[in-house]
Protein backbone atom coordinates (compact mmCIF):
# COMPACT_ATOMS: atom_id res chain seq x y z
CA UNK A 1 0.00 0.00 0.00
CA UNK A 2 1.53 3.79 -1.40
CA UNK A 3 1.80 6.07 1.43
CA UNK A 4 -0.17 8.50 -0.35
CA UNK A 5 -3.22 7.19 -1.57
CA UNK A 6 -5.68 10.00 -4.25
CA UNK A 7 -8.29 8.77 -5.89
CA UNK A 8 -10.94 10.78 -8.28
CA UNK A 9 -9.71 14.17 -6.86
CA UNK A 10 -11.85 17.00 -8.32
CA UNK A 11 -11.18 20.82 -7.14
CA UNK A 12 -13.53 23.61 -8.87
CA UNK A 13 -13.83 27.22 -8.35
CA UNK A 14 -16.11 29.72 -9.34
CA UNK A 15 -14.63 33.23 -11.08
CA UNK A 16 -17.58 34.94 -12.09
CA UNK A 17 -20.17 32.90 -14.17
CA UNK A 18 -16.96 30.58 -14.96
CA UNK A 19 -16.19 27.26 -13.34
CA UNK A 20 -12.43 26.32 -13.21
CA UNK A 21 -11.40 22.53 -12.95
CA UNK A 22 -7.66 22.71 -11.58
CA UNK A 23 -7.58 19.19 -10.47
CA UNK A 24 -10.30 17.04 -12.43
CA UNK A 25 -10.56 12.59 -11.11
CA UNK A 26 -6.80 12.73 -10.06
CA UNK A 27 -5.72 9.52 -8.53
CA UNK A 28 -2.03 9.57 -7.35
CA UNK A 29 -0.02 7.23 -5.36
CA UNK A 30 3.22 8.10 -3.45
CA UNK A 31 5.27 5.69 -2.33
CA UNK A 32 7.55 6.02 1.10
CA UNK A 33 10.50 7.56 0.72
CA UNK A 34 9.81 9.08 -2.79
CA UNK A 35 10.52 12.36 -3.56
CA UNK A 36 8.15 13.84 -6.02
CA UNK A 37 8.28 17.06 -8.36
CA UNK A 38 5.14 18.20 -9.38
CA UNK A 39 5.82 20.46 -13.14
CA UNK A 40 3.59 22.50 -14.68
CA UNK A 41 2.57 25.77 -16.09
CA UNK A 42 1.23 28.39 -13.69
CA UNK A 43 -2.89 28.08 -13.12
CA UNK A 44 -2.35 23.99 -13.67
CA UNK A 45 -3.38 23.29 -10.27
CA UNK A 46 0.09 22.30 -8.23
CA UNK A 47 -0.49 23.86 -5.36
CA UNK A 48 -4.18 23.42 -5.44
CA UNK A 49 -3.32 19.78 -5.38
CA UNK A 50 -0.05 20.02 -2.71
CA UNK A 51 -2.36 22.36 -0.45
CA UNK A 52 -5.59 19.42 -0.66
CA UNK A 53 -2.74 17.07 0.29
CA UNK A 54 -1.43 19.23 3.46
CA UNK A 55 -5.23 19.22 4.37
CA UNK A 56 -5.26 23.47 4.35
CA UNK A 57 -8.07 22.78 1.33
CA UNK A 58 -10.88 21.10 0.95
CA UNK A 59 -11.65 18.91 -2.21
CA UNK A 60 -14.70 18.88 -3.94
CA UNK A 61 -14.84 15.19 -4.41
CA UNK A 62 -12.24 12.06 -4.05
CA UNK A 63 -10.61 10.83 -1.22
CA UNK A 64 -7.00 11.58 0.03
CA UNK A 65 -5.51 8.42 2.37
CA UNK A 66 -2.22 9.39 4.19
CA UNK A 67 -0.51 6.22 5.92
CA UNK A 68 -3.91 5.32 6.59
CA UNK A 69 -5.91 7.93 7.37
CA UNK A 70 -8.54 9.75 5.31
CA UNK A 71 -7.63 12.98 5.30
CA UNK A 72 -10.61 14.60 3.47
CA UNK A 73 -12.91 13.51 6.18
CA UNK A 74 -11.37 14.91 9.16
CA UNK A 75 -13.07 17.99 10.51
CA UNK A 76 -10.85 21.59 10.74
CA UNK A 77 -9.71 20.22 14.16
CA UNK A 78 -8.81 16.85 13.94
CA UNK A 79 -6.82 18.34 10.76
CA UNK A 80 -4.76 20.37 12.44
CA UNK A 81 -3.87 17.73 14.76
CA UNK A 82 -3.23 15.58 11.85
CA UNK A 83 -1.32 18.14 10.21
CA UNK A 84 0.91 18.84 13.59
CA UNK A 85 1.74 14.73 13.63
CA UNK A 86 2.48 13.93 9.82
CA UNK A 87 2.72 16.97 7.87
CA UNK A 88 5.72 18.91 7.28
CA UNK A 89 5.29 22.45 4.68
CA UNK A 90 7.87 24.47 3.07
CA UNK A 91 6.59 27.60 2.05
CA UNK A 92 7.61 29.44 -1.04
CA UNK A 93 8.14 32.06 0.86
CA UNK A 94 9.81 31.96 3.89
CA UNK A 95 6.68 32.25 6.33
CA UNK A 96 8.80 32.33 9.76
CA UNK A 97 6.92 33.34 12.62
CA UNK A 98 9.25 37.34 12.99
CA UNK A 99 9.10 37.34 16.84
CA UNK A 100 10.34 34.13 17.44
CA UNK A 101 14.24 33.00 16.66
CA UNK A 102 15.56 30.86 14.13
CA UNK A 103 15.54 27.79 17.10
CA UNK A 104 12.25 28.69 18.75
CA UNK A 105 11.11 28.88 14.90
CA UNK A 106 11.96 25.11 14.90
CA UNK A 107 10.24 24.18 17.89
CA UNK A 108 7.23 25.48 17.11
CA UNK A 109 5.45 22.10 15.57
CA UNK A 110 7.21 20.53 18.57
CA UNK A 111 4.91 22.41 21.21
CA UNK A 112 1.46 20.42 20.08
CA UNK A 113 2.95 17.19 20.20
CA UNK A 114 3.49 15.29 23.38
CA UNK A 115 7.06 15.56 23.87
CA UNK A 116 9.49 16.60 27.34
CA UNK A 117 11.39 20.24 27.09
CA UNK A 118 14.77 17.94 26.83
CA UNK A 119 13.59 15.75 23.87
CA UNK A 120 12.38 19.09 21.94
CA UNK A 121 15.71 20.32 22.09
CA UNK A 122 17.50 17.42 21.32
CA UNK A 123 14.70 17.37 17.68
CA UNK A 124 15.27 20.85 17.39
CA UNK A 125 19.31 20.76 17.17
CA UNK A 126 18.93 17.79 15.19
CA UNK A 127 17.00 19.54 12.57
CA UNK A 128 19.07 22.63 12.78
CA UNK A 129 22.34 20.68 12.28
CA UNK A 130 20.48 18.72 9.58
CA UNK A 131 20.32 22.31 7.77
CA UNK A 132 23.32 23.51 9.03
CA UNK A 133 22.32 26.62 11.07
CA UNK A 134 23.61 25.21 14.07
CA UNK A 135 25.48 28.86 14.52
CA UNK A 136 21.84 30.92 13.96
CA UNK A 137 19.93 29.38 16.69
CA UNK A 138 19.41 32.81 18.46
CA UNK A 139 19.05 34.60 15.63
CA UNK A 140 15.45 36.37 14.47
CA UNK A 141 14.33 35.98 10.62
CA UNK A 142 15.10 39.37 10.55
CA UNK A 143 18.67 38.80 11.01
CA UNK A 144 19.24 36.07 8.34
CA UNK A 145 19.71 35.80 4.89
CA UNK A 146 16.82 34.77 2.64
CA UNK A 147 18.57 31.06 1.87
CA UNK A 148 19.64 30.83 5.91
CA UNK A 149 15.34 31.56 6.44
CA UNK A 150 14.59 28.93 4.35
CA UNK A 151 16.74 26.53 5.91
CA UNK A 152 15.13 27.24 9.09
CA UNK A 153 11.67 27.30 7.12
CA UNK A 154 12.94 23.66 5.80
CA UNK A 155 14.44 22.42 9.40
CA UNK A 156 10.63 23.45 11.09
CA UNK A 157 8.72 21.04 8.49
CA UNK A 158 11.46 18.21 9.50
CA UNK A 159 11.44 18.24 13.02
CA UNK A 160 8.47 16.53 14.11
CA UNK A 161 9.22 13.87 11.98
CA UNK A 162 6.03 14.26 9.52
CA UNK A 163 5.01 10.85 7.00
CA UNK A 164 4.61 13.44 4.51
CA UNK A 165 6.75 16.87 3.50
CA UNK A 166 5.57 19.09 1.13
CA UNK A 167 7.19 21.82 -0.32
CA UNK A 168 5.31 24.73 -2.61
CA UNK A 169 8.12 26.23 -5.05
CA UNK A 170 10.69 26.17 -1.79
CA UNK A 171 13.54 27.85 -4.35
CA UNK A 172 11.14 30.28 -6.11
CA UNK A 173 12.21 33.42 -4.32
CA UNK A 174 16.02 32.64 -4.14
CA UNK A 175 18.78 33.34 -6.19
CA UNK A 176 20.28 31.17 -8.25
CA UNK A 177 23.19 29.63 -5.90
CA UNK A 178 21.09 29.75 -3.26
CA UNK A 179 18.49 27.67 -5.05
CA UNK A 180 21.11 25.57 -5.47
CA UNK A 181 21.91 25.24 -1.59
CA UNK A 182 18.48 24.10 -0.98
CA UNK A 183 17.94 21.50 -3.73
CA UNK A 184 20.75 19.58 -2.61
CA UNK A 185 19.48 19.90 0.90
CA UNK A 186 16.35 18.82 0.22
CA UNK A 187 17.97 15.60 -1.88
CA UNK A 188 19.86 14.96 0.76
CA UNK A 189 17.35 14.72 3.36
CA UNK A 190 15.33 12.83 1.17
CA UNK A 191 18.43 10.17 0.30
CA UNK A 192 19.92 10.22 4.06
CA UNK A 193 16.67 10.77 6.08
CA UNK A 194 14.01 8.79 3.76
CA UNK A 195 11.64 11.77 4.26
CA UNK A 196 8.55 11.35 1.26
CA UNK A 197 8.42 14.67 -0.22
CA UNK A 198 6.07 16.28 -2.85
CA UNK A 199 7.99 19.39 -4.17
CA UNK A 200 5.82 22.32 -6.67
CA UNK A 201 8.16 23.84 -9.20
CA UNK A 202 7.87 25.53 -12.56
CA UNK A 203 12.11 24.80 -12.47
CA UNK A 204 13.27 21.84 -14.49
CA UNK A 205 16.21 21.61 -12.96
CA UNK A 206 14.93 21.63 -9.52
CA UNK A 207 12.48 18.71 -10.82
CA UNK A 208 15.40 16.96 -11.34
CA UNK A 209 16.30 16.67 -7.88
CA UNK A 210 13.37 14.27 -6.85
CA UNK A 211 13.08 10.73 -8.13
CA UNK A 212 10.32 10.95 -9.83
CA UNK A 213 8.58 13.84 -11.73
CA UNK A 214 4.89 14.34 -12.32
CA UNK A 215 3.57 17.12 -14.94
CA UNK A 216 -0.08 18.47 -14.65
CA UNK A 217 -1.70 19.39 -17.03
CA UNK A 218 -6.18 20.41 -17.74
CA UNK A 219 -6.04 18.78 -14.71
CA UNK A 220 -4.36 15.25 -14.84
CA UNK A 221 -1.81 14.39 -13.76
CA UNK A 222 1.53 12.86 -16.24
CA UNK A 223 4.55 10.57 -15.40
CA UNK A 224 7.68 13.12 -16.34
CA UNK A 225 10.32 10.90 -14.82
CA UNK A 226 13.90 11.41 -16.92
CA UNK A 227 14.57 8.87 -18.95
CA UNK A 228 17.59 7.45 -16.61
CA UNK A 229 14.33 6.63 -14.60
CA UNK A 230 12.62 4.77 -16.97
CA UNK A 231 9.67 6.22 -18.02
CA UNK A 232 9.12 9.79 -19.37
CA UNK A 233 5.86 12.04 -20.57
CA UNK A 234 3.96 8.36 -20.68
CA UNK A 235 0.63 8.47 -18.79
CA UNK A 236 1.01 6.87 -15.37
CA UNK A 237 -0.42 3.99 -14.31
CA UNK A 238 -2.47 5.94 -11.26
CA UNK A 239 -2.94 8.71 -13.46
CA UNK A 240 -6.18 9.62 -16.26
CA UNK B 1 -0.67 24.80 28.12
CA UNK B 2 1.36 27.64 28.48
CA UNK B 3 3.83 26.35 25.83
CA UNK B 4 2.67 29.33 23.68
CA UNK B 5 3.03 31.77 26.52
CA UNK B 6 6.76 33.42 25.15
CA UNK B 7 5.03 33.43 21.46
CA UNK B 8 1.94 35.84 23.27
CA UNK B 9 4.71 37.60 25.41
CA UNK B 10 7.01 38.17 21.99
CA UNK B 11 3.98 39.43 19.59
CA UNK B 12 2.98 41.58 22.03
CA UNK B 13 6.72 43.04 22.96
CA UNK B 14 6.99 43.67 18.88
CA UNK B 15 4.76 45.65 18.44
CA UNK B 16 5.96 47.61 22.08
CA UNK B 17 4.59 51.11 20.80
CA UNK B 18 0.99 50.17 20.24
CA UNK B 19 1.10 47.93 23.35
CA UNK B 20 2.30 50.52 25.75
CA UNK B 21 -0.25 53.12 24.49
CA UNK B 22 -2.70 50.01 24.95
CA UNK B 23 -1.67 49.22 28.22
CA UNK B 24 -1.68 53.16 29.63
CA UNK B 25 -4.59 53.57 28.28
CA UNK B 26 -6.31 51.05 30.43
CA UNK B 27 -4.72 51.96 33.28
CA UNK B 28 -5.54 55.36 32.99
CA UNK B 29 -9.08 54.13 32.91
CA UNK B 30 -9.00 51.85 35.42
CA UNK B 31 -7.25 54.28 37.95
CA UNK B 32 -10.68 56.76 37.17
CA UNK B 33 -12.75 53.99 37.27
CA UNK B 34 -11.29 52.65 40.84
CA UNK B 35 -11.55 56.41 42.33
CA UNK B 36 -15.27 56.66 41.34
CA UNK B 37 -15.58 53.14 43.07
CA UNK B 38 -13.72 54.54 46.11
CA UNK B 39 -16.35 57.38 46.03
CA UNK B 40 -19.26 54.96 45.62
CA UNK B 41 -17.95 52.52 48.31
CA UNK B 42 -17.32 55.70 51.02
CA UNK B 43 -20.97 56.67 50.24
CA UNK B 44 -22.34 53.04 50.27
CA UNK B 45 -20.86 52.46 53.72
CA UNK B 46 -22.07 55.21 55.10
CA UNK B 47 -25.74 55.17 54.08
CA UNK B 48 -26.42 51.31 54.54
CA UNK B 49 -23.35 50.10 57.02
CA UNK B 50 -25.23 48.20 60.21
CA UNK B 51 -24.50 51.38 61.97
CA UNK B 52 -26.20 53.33 60.17
CA UNK B 53 -29.01 51.32 59.76
CA UNK B 54 -29.42 50.86 63.39
CA UNK B 55 -28.87 54.42 64.60
CA UNK B 56 -31.19 57.13 64.26
CA UNK B 57 -30.61 60.94 63.92
CA UNK B 58 -33.14 63.34 65.23
CA UNK B 59 -32.71 66.33 63.65
CA UNK B 60 -34.35 69.87 64.00
CA UNK B 61 -37.49 69.41 61.45
CA UNK B 62 -36.93 71.30 57.88
CA UNK B 63 -33.41 72.20 58.50
CA UNK B 64 -30.35 70.59 56.42
CA UNK B 65 -27.06 72.31 57.51
CA UNK B 66 -25.82 71.26 61.02
CA UNK B 67 -25.66 75.15 61.86
CA UNK B 68 -29.27 75.84 61.19
CA UNK B 69 -30.45 73.04 63.75
CA UNK B 70 -30.52 73.91 67.25
CA UNK B 71 -31.98 71.30 69.66
CA UNK B 72 -32.37 71.40 73.28
CA UNK B 73 -29.75 69.50 74.88
CA UNK B 74 -32.46 67.91 77.39
CA UNK B 75 -34.32 66.49 74.73
CA UNK B 76 -32.02 64.05 75.30
CA UNK B 77 -33.86 62.98 78.55
CA UNK B 78 -37.63 62.81 77.08
CA UNK B 79 -35.78 60.41 73.96
CA UNK B 80 -34.41 58.28 76.41
CA UNK B 81 -37.79 57.54 77.65
CA UNK B 82 -39.21 56.40 74.32
CA UNK B 83 -39.49 52.46 74.17
CA UNK B 84 -36.50 51.26 71.84
CA UNK B 85 -34.24 53.80 72.82
CA UNK B 86 -30.79 51.89 74.48
CA UNK B 87 -28.84 55.56 74.43
CA UNK B 88 -28.68 59.12 73.09
CA UNK B 89 -25.83 60.83 72.30
CA UNK B 90 -26.34 64.52 71.96
CA UNK B 91 -23.95 66.21 69.26
CA UNK B 92 -23.02 69.81 68.29
CA UNK B 93 -21.30 70.28 65.28
CA UNK B 94 -19.72 73.16 63.67
CA UNK B 95 -18.07 73.00 60.27
CA UNK B 96 -16.16 75.51 58.13
CA UNK B 97 -18.23 74.78 55.47
CA UNK B 98 -22.04 73.43 55.05
CA UNK B 99 -21.12 73.37 51.01
CA UNK B 100 -19.29 70.27 48.97
CA UNK B 101 -16.02 70.88 49.81
CA UNK B 102 -13.23 68.61 49.58
CA UNK B 103 -11.45 69.87 52.70
CA UNK B 104 -14.33 70.06 55.35
CA UNK B 105 -13.28 70.46 59.18
CA UNK B 106 -16.04 69.44 61.17
CA UNK B 107 -16.12 69.37 64.77
CA UNK B 108 -18.12 67.33 66.56
CA UNK B 109 -18.69 67.92 70.27
CA UNK B 110 -19.97 65.08 72.61
CA UNK B 111 -19.74 64.27 76.20
CA UNK B 112 -16.37 62.59 76.71
CA UNK B 113 -18.03 59.89 78.54
CA UNK B 114 -20.69 59.27 75.87
CA UNK B 115 -18.07 59.79 73.25
CA UNK B 116 -15.71 56.61 74.36
CA UNK B 117 -19.11 54.32 74.68
CA UNK B 118 -20.38 55.73 71.52
CA UNK B 119 -17.48 56.01 69.36
CA UNK B 120 -14.80 53.08 68.32
CA UNK B 121 -11.86 55.23 68.44
CA UNK B 122 -8.45 53.84 68.76
CA UNK B 123 -5.81 56.47 70.07
CA UNK B 124 -2.60 56.31 67.63
CA UNK B 125 -0.95 59.25 69.74
CA UNK B 126 -2.54 61.06 72.89
CA UNK B 127 -4.17 59.62 75.49
CA UNK B 128 -8.00 59.58 77.10
CA UNK B 129 -6.87 61.51 80.36
CA UNK B 130 -5.05 64.21 78.18
CA UNK B 131 -8.48 64.58 76.66
CA UNK B 132 -10.93 64.44 79.64
CA UNK B 133 -8.14 66.83 81.68
CA UNK B 134 -8.50 69.68 79.24
CA UNK B 135 -11.39 71.86 78.68
CA UNK B 136 -9.94 72.90 75.02
CA UNK B 137 -8.50 69.26 74.32
CA UNK B 138 -9.16 68.02 71.00
CA UNK B 139 -9.21 64.18 69.51
CA UNK B 140 -8.48 64.76 66.04
CA UNK B 141 -8.91 61.92 63.21
CA UNK B 142 -5.84 60.61 61.54
CA UNK B 143 -7.02 61.55 57.89
CA UNK B 144 -7.72 65.30 59.12
CA UNK B 145 -4.42 65.39 61.30
CA UNK B 146 -2.49 64.06 58.26
CA UNK B 147 -4.10 66.37 55.90
CA UNK B 148 -3.20 69.43 57.92
CA UNK B 149 -0.11 67.87 59.29
CA UNK B 150 -1.31 68.34 63.01
CA UNK B 151 0.10 66.70 65.87
CA UNK B 152 -0.37 65.63 69.42
CA UNK B 153 0.08 68.93 71.51
CA UNK B 154 -0.19 71.42 68.74
CA UNK B 155 -2.68 74.00 69.69
CA UNK B 156 -4.70 75.08 66.24
CA UNK B 157 -7.33 77.77 65.47
CA UNK B 158 -10.37 77.84 62.87
CA UNK B 159 -12.99 80.53 63.18
CA UNK B 160 -13.36 81.07 66.53
CA UNK B 161 -12.17 77.72 67.33
CA UNK B 162 -9.34 77.22 69.31
CA UNK B 163 -8.08 73.74 70.21
CA UNK B 164 -5.00 71.92 71.58
CA UNK B 165 -4.64 68.39 69.82
CA UNK B 166 -4.81 65.64 72.92
CA UNK B 167 -4.96 62.62 70.53
CA UNK B 168 -4.87 61.50 67.06
CA UNK B 169 -6.96 58.42 66.79
CA UNK B 170 -7.60 55.81 63.99
CA UNK B 171 -11.16 54.36 63.47
CA UNK B 172 -13.14 51.49 61.76
CA UNK B 173 -15.31 53.36 60.43
CA UNK B 174 -13.45 55.47 58.12
CA UNK B 175 -15.84 58.74 57.84
CA UNK B 176 -14.75 59.24 61.74
CA UNK B 177 -11.08 59.85 60.71
CA UNK B 178 -12.46 63.22 59.38
CA UNK B 179 -13.78 64.43 62.40
CA UNK B 180 -12.42 66.75 65.31
CA UNK B 181 -13.87 65.53 68.52
CA UNK B 182 -14.22 68.07 71.24
CA UNK B 183 -15.65 68.03 74.90
CA UNK B 184 -19.31 69.43 73.96
CA UNK B 185 -19.68 72.05 76.75
CA UNK B 186 -16.39 73.78 75.22
CA UNK B 187 -17.96 73.96 71.81
CA UNK B 188 -21.18 74.86 73.04
CA UNK B 189 -19.30 78.19 75.02
CA UNK B 190 -17.20 79.00 72.45
CA UNK B 191 -17.73 82.39 71.55
CA UNK B 192 -19.43 82.71 68.30
CA UNK B 193 -21.40 79.68 68.73
CA UNK B 194 -24.19 80.66 70.26
CA UNK B 195 -25.11 77.44 71.28
CA UNK B 196 -25.68 77.33 75.33
CA UNK B 197 -27.68 74.40 76.06
CA UNK B 198 -28.21 73.58 72.54
CA UNK B 199 -26.85 70.24 70.57
CA UNK B 200 -27.29 69.77 65.96
CA UNK B 201 -29.16 66.62 66.59
CA UNK B 202 -29.34 63.68 69.15
CA UNK B 203 -27.92 60.16 68.01
CA UNK B 204 -30.22 57.74 69.02
CA UNK B 205 -28.40 54.20 69.56
CA UNK B 206 -31.73 51.53 69.60
CA UNK B 207 -32.01 48.21 71.81
CA UNK B 208 -31.70 44.99 69.78
CA UNK B 209 -35.06 44.10 69.48
CA UNK B 210 -36.60 47.67 68.53
CA UNK B 211 -38.13 49.00 64.84
CA UNK B 212 -36.01 51.72 63.89
CA UNK B 213 -38.84 53.28 62.16
CA UNK B 214 -41.11 52.96 64.59
CA UNK B 215 -38.95 54.45 67.19
CA UNK B 216 -38.11 57.22 65.00
CA UNK B 217 -42.09 58.05 64.72
CA UNK B 218 -42.45 57.59 68.59
CA UNK B 219 -39.73 59.95 68.90
CA UNK B 220 -41.07 63.26 66.79
CA UNK B 221 -44.40 62.31 68.10
CA UNK B 222 -43.04 62.38 71.50
CA UNK B 223 -41.14 65.94 71.33
CA UNK B 224 -44.34 67.43 69.16
CA UNK B 225 -45.01 69.05 71.89
CA UNK B 226 -41.23 71.20 72.47
CA UNK B 227 -40.18 74.00 71.63
CA UNK B 228 -38.48 72.96 68.57
CA UNK B 229 -40.13 70.23 65.86
CA UNK B 230 -38.14 67.31 65.15
CA UNK B 231 -37.77 65.15 62.29
CA UNK B 232 -36.15 61.62 63.44
CA UNK B 233 -34.50 59.19 60.67
CA UNK B 234 -31.90 56.33 60.69
CA UNK B 235 -28.66 57.78 60.35
CA UNK B 236 -27.90 56.26 56.67
CA UNK B 237 -31.04 58.13 55.47
CA UNK B 238 -30.30 60.99 57.32
CA UNK B 239 -27.28 61.30 56.03
CA UNK B 240 -28.05 60.07 52.03
CA UNK B 241 -30.90 63.32 52.89
CA UNK B 242 -27.63 65.52 53.70
CA UNK B 243 -25.72 64.28 50.98
CA UNK B 244 -28.48 64.28 48.41
CA UNK B 245 -26.41 66.79 46.05
CA UNK B 246 -23.59 64.75 46.68
CA UNK B 247 -25.23 61.35 46.09
CA UNK B 248 -26.61 62.41 43.13
CA UNK B 249 -23.33 63.64 41.52
CA UNK B 250 -21.61 60.27 42.41
CA UNK B 251 -24.89 58.65 41.09
CA UNK B 252 -23.25 60.95 37.41
CA UNK B 253 -20.22 60.02 38.42
CA UNK B 254 -20.66 55.93 38.67
CA UNK B 255 -21.87 56.04 34.60
CA UNK B 256 -18.08 58.21 34.38
CA UNK B 257 -16.94 54.64 35.26
CA UNK B 258 -18.75 52.59 33.20
CA UNK B 259 -17.78 55.25 30.49
CA UNK B 260 -14.06 54.16 31.45
CA UNK B 261 -14.57 50.55 31.14
CA UNK B 262 -15.91 50.83 27.62
CA UNK B 263 -12.90 52.91 26.73
CA UNK B 264 -10.69 50.36 27.33
CA UNK B 265 -12.82 48.10 25.65
CA UNK B 266 -12.96 50.31 22.79
CA UNK B 267 -9.01 50.75 23.04
CA UNK B 268 -7.92 47.13 23.16
CA UNK B 269 -10.94 45.86 21.15
CA UNK B 270 -8.94 48.16 17.98
CA UNK B 271 -5.46 47.85 19.08
CA UNK B 272 -6.52 43.03 18.83
CA UNK B 273 -8.09 43.74 15.52
CA UNK B 274 -5.41 46.21 14.08
CA UNK B 275 -3.02 42.83 15.58
CA UNK B 276 -4.67 40.13 14.14
CA UNK B 277 -5.34 42.16 10.67
CA UNK B 278 -1.42 42.73 10.51
CA UNK B 279 -1.22 38.90 11.04
CA UNK B 280 -3.47 37.38 8.68
CA UNK B 281 -0.78 35.63 7.28
CA UNK B 282 1.20 34.29 10.19
CA UNK B 283 -2.19 32.98 11.42
CA UNK B 284 -2.33 31.31 8.96
CA UNK B 285 1.15 29.59 9.19
CA UNK B 286 0.63 28.24 12.73
CA UNK B 287 -2.52 26.21 11.59
CA UNK B 288 -0.88 24.84 8.47
CA UNK B 289 2.04 24.02 11.62
CA UNK B 290 -1.00 22.39 13.13
CA UNK B 291 -2.49 24.75 15.70
CA UNK B 292 -6.16 24.57 15.94
CA UNK B 293 -8.57 27.08 15.13
CA UNK B 294 -9.57 27.05 19.13
CA UNK B 295 -5.58 27.16 20.11
CA UNK B 296 -5.33 30.25 17.81
CA UNK B 297 -8.89 31.83 19.09
CA UNK B 298 -7.11 31.31 23.11
CA UNK B 299 -4.04 32.93 21.76
CA UNK B 300 -5.71 36.49 20.53
CA UNK B 301 -7.73 36.17 23.96
CA UNK B 302 -4.65 35.45 25.72
CA UNK B 303 -2.79 38.91 23.75
CA UNK B 304 -5.78 40.90 24.73
CA UNK B 305 -5.82 39.83 28.49
CA UNK B 306 -2.43 40.08 28.83
CA UNK B 307 -2.43 44.06 27.87
CA UNK B 308 -5.74 44.56 29.35
CA UNK B 309 -5.09 42.61 32.95
CA UNK B 310 -1.34 44.41 32.77
CA UNK B 311 -2.56 47.95 32.04
CA UNK B 312 -5.80 47.17 34.70
CA UNK B 313 -3.46 46.14 37.59
CA UNK B 314 -1.39 48.77 37.12
CA UNK B 315 -4.26 51.68 37.42
CA UNK B 316 -5.96 49.76 40.14
CA UNK B 317 -2.56 50.07 42.13
CA UNK B 318 -1.84 53.55 41.02
CA UNK B 319 -5.53 54.10 42.20
CA UNK B 320 -5.44 52.21 45.63
CA UNK B 321 -2.06 53.92 46.16
CA UNK B 322 -3.31 57.38 45.34
CA UNK B 323 -6.19 57.08 48.01
CA UNK B 324 -4.40 55.32 50.56
CA UNK B 325 -1.65 58.09 50.36
CA UNK B 326 -3.66 60.85 49.63
CA UNK B 327 -6.69 60.92 52.80
CA UNK B 328 -8.95 62.40 50.58
CA UNK B 329 -12.68 62.86 51.71
CA UNK B 330 -15.63 65.20 50.44
CA UNK B 331 -18.24 67.00 52.39
CA UNK B 332 -20.87 68.67 52.84
CA UNK B 333 -23.14 69.91 55.75
CA UNK B 334 -20.80 68.44 58.20
CA UNK B 335 -21.31 64.70 57.15
CA UNK B 336 -17.73 63.23 55.31
CA UNK B 337 -17.38 60.49 52.75
CA UNK B 338 -14.26 59.18 53.25
CA UNK B 339 -12.04 57.80 49.98
CA UNK B 340 -10.43 54.36 50.88
CA UNK B 341 -8.56 51.74 49.56
CA UNK B 342 -9.87 48.30 50.06
CA UNK B 343 -9.83 44.55 48.70
CA UNK B 344 -13.17 44.55 47.00
CA UNK B 345 -11.64 47.43 45.43
CA UNK B 346 -9.12 45.48 43.80
CA UNK B 347 -10.80 42.49 43.21
CA UNK B 348 -12.99 44.82 41.38
CA UNK B 349 -10.47 46.59 39.38
CA UNK B 350 -8.95 43.21 37.96
CA UNK B 351 -12.10 41.48 37.67
CA UNK B 352 -12.95 44.56 35.01
CA UNK B 353 -9.95 44.33 33.31
CA UNK B 354 -10.34 40.27 32.84
CA UNK B 355 -13.56 40.78 31.53
CA UNK B 356 -12.82 43.63 29.27
CA UNK B 357 -9.76 41.63 27.97
CA UNK B 358 -11.74 38.45 27.38
CA UNK B 359 -14.79 40.63 25.56
CA UNK B 360 -12.67 43.22 23.80
CA UNK B 361 -10.55 39.97 21.63
CA UNK B 362 -13.81 37.52 20.95
CA UNK B 363 -14.19 39.03 17.55
CA UNK B 364 -11.47 39.42 16.50
CA UNK B 365 -9.87 36.27 18.22
CA UNK B 366 -13.20 34.72 16.16
CA UNK B 367 -12.09 36.39 13.00
CA UNK B 368 -8.16 34.96 13.61
CA UNK B 369 -9.84 31.14 14.39
CA UNK B 370 -11.80 31.21 11.40
CA UNK B 371 -9.12 32.18 8.80
CA UNK B 372 -9.05 29.99 5.22
CA UNK B 373 -5.60 28.91 5.06
CA UNK B 374 -4.94 28.38 1.49
CA UNK B 375 -6.63 32.59 0.89
CA UNK B 376 -4.77 33.90 3.63
CA UNK B 377 -1.39 32.58 2.75
CA UNK B 378 -2.09 33.53 -0.76
CA UNK B 379 -3.30 37.25 -0.60
CA UNK B 380 -2.19 37.89 3.13
Known amino acids: ?240 | MFRFTPYVIKSLWRRRARTLLTVSGAAVALLVFCFVGSVQEGLRRLTEDEHAQRTLIVFQENRFCPTSSRLPHDYADRIRTVPGVADVVPVLVWTNNCRAILDAIVFNGLPVGKLRSARDLQLTSGDWTEFAGRHDAALVGRTVARRHNLAMGEQFSIGEISVRVAGVFESAVPAEENLIYTDLPFLQYTPGMNAAGLVTQHEVHLTDDAEPEAVARAIDQALKAGPVATTTRRKGAFQASVLSDLVDLIGFAHWLGYACVALVLSLVATTTVMSVQDRIREHAVLQTLGLRPARIFRLVIAESLLMCVFGGVLGTIAALALIASGGMAIGAEGVTIAFRPSWQLGAMGIAVSLAVGVLAAIVPAFQAARTQIVSALRNA
Not at chain 1, 7 to 18: A, I, M, P, Q, S
Not at chain 1, 19 to 28: A, F, K, M, S
Not at chain 1, 83 to 95: E, M, S, V, W
Not at chain 1, 187 to 207: F, S, Y
Request: proline letters at 4%; charged letters at 25%.
Open chain 1, 1 to 240: MALVEIRNLTKCFRKGDETITPLDNVDLDIESGQFVALMGASGTGKSTLLNLLAGIDRADQGSINVAGTEITRLSRSRLADWRAANLGYIFQTQNLIPVLTAYENVELPLLLLPLSGAERRKRVEVALEAVGLTDRVDHYPRQLSGGQEQRVGIARAIVAHPAIIVADEPTGSLDATTSEQIQVLLGRLNRELGMTMLMVTHDQQVASIGTRCLRLDRGRIIEATPKRHGRQEQPHAMAR
